[in-house]
C-alpha cells in the first residue's frame, strides 16, 4: 500500500508526487501525462513565486532548461482608454515566464519519471475508505490502495467534491486561440496585453515560439451565441478592441479558427484537507481542485505548484499521525481564498467605464 496516493499528474500532482518522494514516502501517482505532447493548453504565466517551490522539489533548473521566455514587461488598458506598463524589474519577486506549458508540463512529467516514482497512467474515477486508507477505482476497474488521498484531478475535483463543499464566486469563460503570423518576416513584441472592453477583458502574450496566446474572459450568457463555431465572429469581436486589435493587425497574427472554451471560474473547496480524528483517514486538495483562481491573478500555476507541495507535506505528517498541518494547510487555504476575493474585487473595481454592463456590475458588487 502506498503512503500517499495522488489522483491527477498535472502540475499540483507532479509537485506533490515529488514532494513526498523526496521524504521518501511510497507514492503512486494516477493519472494520463498530462496532455501528449505540443497540444496547446491555455495558462502559459508563471508569476516568479513559482521559483521557491520548483527549487523545493528539485526542479531548480527546469525553467532555465527552456523554451521558456522571461515576462519583462506587461501592458494594460484597465480603467482608462490608454495603454499603462509594468516593467518586472519593478516588481518585487522579479521576473515571471512566458512558459512553453507543454514543455513545462513534460519536463515536470520526466522529473517524476527519474524519481522512480510509480506512476499508474490511468484516471482515478472514485475513492472509498477502508479500514487503513482508501482504495481508488481507476478508468480500468481495478483499485489501488493508499494511506493518504490527495485529489489533484482539477477543477473537477473528481474526488474530494464527495468530502467538501464547492464554492463559486462567478461563472467566468475564457474563449482562447493560439494564433500564427501570416508575415514570418515581421518581429513581434515579446510582452503581454490585457484590455478591458464593456463585455468581459482580453489577454494576449508572446509565446516563446513567437505565436500569439490570445485569450477573451467573459460569462457564458454573454457571450455571442456560436462564437466556438464561427471564426469570423471571434475576428469581429478582436476587431472591436483597442490595443487588441492593433497588435494582432501589426504583428500579422491571423484569426483563421473559431476559439475554444474552458471554465475560468473562481471556485474553491471548503475544506481543502480533512482528518478524520476517529478513524486517522486524511485527504486534501491540490491545484484547481482546491481553488481555481480567476486568470486575471497570474498566479494559477504558481498555486498549482505550492498547494502540491503543501498538500503532500500535510499528507506525509498526517500518515505519521500528525493531523496539525493538514488543518493549518486548509486554514492557510481558505484565508488565501478570502483574500484574494478582495483584491479581485479591487481590482475590477478600478474598470468604472461601463458600470450598467452586467459584466462589471456583477463584479463590483461582489
Known sequence: MADIV????GVAGAAAALTAARAGARVLLLGPVADAAGRDK???????????????????????????????VTYSAWGL???AQRHAAGHPEGNGFVLDRPAFEAALADAVTAAGIDWRREAALAAHATGGGWAVTLASGEEVQGTFLI??????????????RRFRADRLVACWAMLARSDVEVEPTAASLIEAVPTGWWYASLLPDERLSLAFFSDPDLLPRGISRDPALWRQMADETQFIRRWLESATFSI???????????????????MDPDTGLGWAAAGDAACGLDPLSSHGLATALWTGQRAALAGLAAVGGDPA??????????????DFLLQRSRIYGLERRWPDAPFWARRQRF
Open 42 to 72: 491555455p495558462g502559459e504565466s508563471l508569476s516568479a513565486s513559482a521559483g521557491a517551490v520548483l527549487e523545493a522539489i528539485g526542479c531548480a533548473d527546469l525553467l532555465a532548461a527552456g523554451p521558456h521566455r522571461e515576462n519583462r
Open 256 to 274: 483563421d479558427a473559431p476559439p475554444r472554451l474552458a471554465s475560468a471560474a473562481t471556485t474553491w473547496l471548503g475544506p481543502a484537507g480533512h
Open 151 to 164: 485529489d489533484a484531478t482539477g477543477r473537477s475535483a473528481t474526488l474530494a467534491r464527495h468530502h467538501a
Open 6 to 9: 495522488i489522483a491527477g499528474a
Open 81 to 83: 482608454p490608454a495603454l
Open 325 to 338: 498541518p493538514l488543518a493549518a494547510y486548509a486554514q492557510t487555504l481558505a484565508g488565501a481564498v478570502t
